[in-house]
Protein backbone atom coordinates (compact mmCIF):
# COMPACT_ATOMS: atom_id res chain seq x y z
CA UNK A 1 0.00 0.00 0.00
CA UNK A 2 1.56 3.66 -0.99
CA UNK A 3 -0.12 6.75 -0.68
CA UNK A 4 1.05 9.54 -2.47
CA UNK A 5 0.49 13.15 -1.48
CA UNK A 6 0.71 16.50 -3.85
CA UNK A 7 -0.27 19.41 -4.47
CA UNK A 8 1.77 21.42 -1.93
CA UNK A 9 3.09 24.73 -2.02
CA UNK A 10 3.65 28.58 -1.96
CA UNK A 11 0.34 30.68 -1.75
CA UNK A 12 -0.28 33.70 -0.15
CA UNK A 13 -3.02 34.68 2.20
CA UNK A 14 -6.29 33.96 0.97
CA UNK A 15 -5.19 32.22 -1.81
CA UNK A 16 -6.38 28.40 -2.43
CA UNK A 17 -4.77 25.10 -2.85
CA UNK A 18 -5.67 21.81 -3.87
CA UNK A 19 -3.65 18.73 -2.59
CA UNK A 20 -3.99 15.31 -4.08
CA UNK A 21 -3.65 11.48 -2.12
CA UNK A 22 -2.92 8.86 -4.76
CA UNK A 23 -3.51 5.43 -3.40
CA UNK A 24 -2.00 2.70 -4.63
CA UNK A 25 -2.58 -1.17 -3.55
CA UNK A 26 -5.84 -0.20 -1.86
CA UNK A 27 -9.55 1.29 -2.98
CA UNK A 28 -9.94 4.73 -1.34
CA UNK A 29 -13.75 4.01 -1.80
CA UNK A 30 -13.66 1.13 0.79
CA UNK A 31 -11.53 2.68 3.58
CA UNK A 32 -12.01 6.20 5.51
CA UNK A 33 -8.78 8.77 4.56
CA UNK A 34 -8.01 11.50 6.52
CA UNK A 35 -5.74 14.25 6.28
CA UNK A 36 -3.55 15.53 9.19
CA UNK A 37 -0.78 17.90 9.38
CA UNK A 38 1.46 19.05 11.31
CA UNK A 39 3.55 23.00 11.83
CA UNK A 40 7.12 23.63 12.79
CA UNK A 41 7.46 22.89 16.41
CA UNK A 42 4.02 21.85 16.79
CA UNK A 43 2.59 18.39 16.88
CA UNK A 44 0.74 16.52 14.08
CA UNK A 45 -3.14 17.44 14.27
CA UNK A 46 -6.08 16.06 12.38
CA UNK A 47 -7.63 18.21 9.34
CA UNK A 48 -10.59 16.50 8.14
CA UNK A 49 -11.88 12.56 6.92
CA UNK A 50 -13.80 11.36 3.94
CA UNK A 51 -15.76 7.95 5.20
CA UNK A 52 -15.72 4.95 3.36
CA UNK A 53 -19.41 4.87 3.36
CA UNK A 54 -21.46 7.29 1.33
CA UNK A 55 -18.36 9.13 1.20
CA UNK A 56 -19.49 11.63 4.40
CA UNK A 57 -16.69 13.98 5.84
CA UNK A 58 -15.79 15.27 9.04
CA UNK A 59 -13.38 18.62 9.57
CA UNK A 60 -11.55 20.35 12.87
CA UNK A 61 -12.85 23.08 13.69
CA UNK A 62 -10.14 25.19 12.43
CA UNK A 63 -10.89 24.25 9.15
CA UNK A 64 -14.30 23.82 8.74
CA UNK A 65 -16.04 25.96 6.08
CA UNK A 66 -12.76 26.92 4.01
CA UNK A 67 -11.03 23.42 3.71
CA UNK A 68 -13.35 20.22 1.47
CA UNK A 69 -12.44 16.96 1.05
CA UNK A 70 -13.57 14.67 -1.92
CA UNK A 71 -12.88 11.43 -3.60
CA UNK A 72 -12.59 10.72 -6.93
CA UNK A 73 -13.25 6.73 -7.03
CA UNK A 74 -11.82 6.09 -10.80
CA UNK A 75 -8.62 7.85 -9.86
CA UNK A 76 -8.56 6.56 -6.94
CA UNK A 77 -7.36 9.39 -5.21
CA UNK A 78 -8.41 11.61 -2.30
CA UNK A 79 -8.37 15.64 -2.53
CA UNK A 80 -8.11 17.99 -0.01
CA UNK A 81 -9.41 21.25 -1.16
CA UNK A 82 -8.27 24.33 0.22
CA UNK A 83 -9.44 28.07 0.48
CA UNK A 84 -9.24 31.13 2.31
CA UNK A 85 -5.64 29.87 3.12
CA UNK A 86 -4.22 31.68 6.40
CA UNK A 87 -0.80 31.63 7.65
CA UNK A 88 -1.32 29.59 10.46
CA UNK A 89 -2.31 26.85 8.13
CA UNK A 90 1.24 26.13 6.90
CA UNK A 91 2.65 22.87 7.61
CA UNK A 92 3.37 19.82 6.41
CA UNK A 93 0.29 18.22 5.20
CA UNK A 94 -0.38 14.38 5.28
CA UNK A 95 -2.59 11.65 4.21
CA UNK A 96 -3.19 8.94 5.91
CA UNK A 97 -5.87 5.61 5.95
CA UNK A 98 -7.47 3.54 8.20
CA UNK A 99 -8.38 0.08 8.14
CA UNK A 100 -10.68 -0.58 10.79
CA UNK A 101 -13.38 1.34 13.00
CA UNK A 102 -11.92 4.07 15.74
CA UNK A 103 -11.48 7.91 16.19
CA UNK A 104 -10.82 9.89 13.28
CA UNK A 105 -8.85 12.22 15.08
CA UNK A 106 -6.65 10.07 16.60
CA UNK A 107 -3.65 9.47 14.47
CA UNK A 108 -3.12 6.11 16.36
CA UNK A 109 -6.12 4.50 14.85
CA UNK A 110 -4.29 4.74 10.96
CA UNK A 111 -2.81 2.07 9.12
CA UNK A 112 -0.66 3.88 6.45
CA UNK A 113 0.85 7.41 6.12
CA UNK A 114 1.84 9.21 3.22
CA UNK A 115 5.50 11.03 3.03
CA UNK A 116 3.56 14.62 3.46
CA UNK A 117 3.80 17.50 1.49
CA UNK A 118 4.37 21.30 2.51
CA UNK A 119 2.31 23.72 2.27
CA UNK A 120 3.53 27.18 3.40
CA UNK A 121 1.39 30.21 3.58
CA UNK A 122 2.34 33.93 3.27
CA UNK A 123 1.23 36.74 4.91
Known amino acids: VQLQASGGGLVQAGGSLRLSCAAS????????MSWFRQAPGKEREFVGA????????YYADSVKGRFTIERDDVKNTVYLQMSMLKPDDTAVYYCAVKYFSGSYYDENDYDRWGQGTLVTVSS
Open 50 to 57: IRWSAGRT
Open 25 to 32: GLTVSSYS
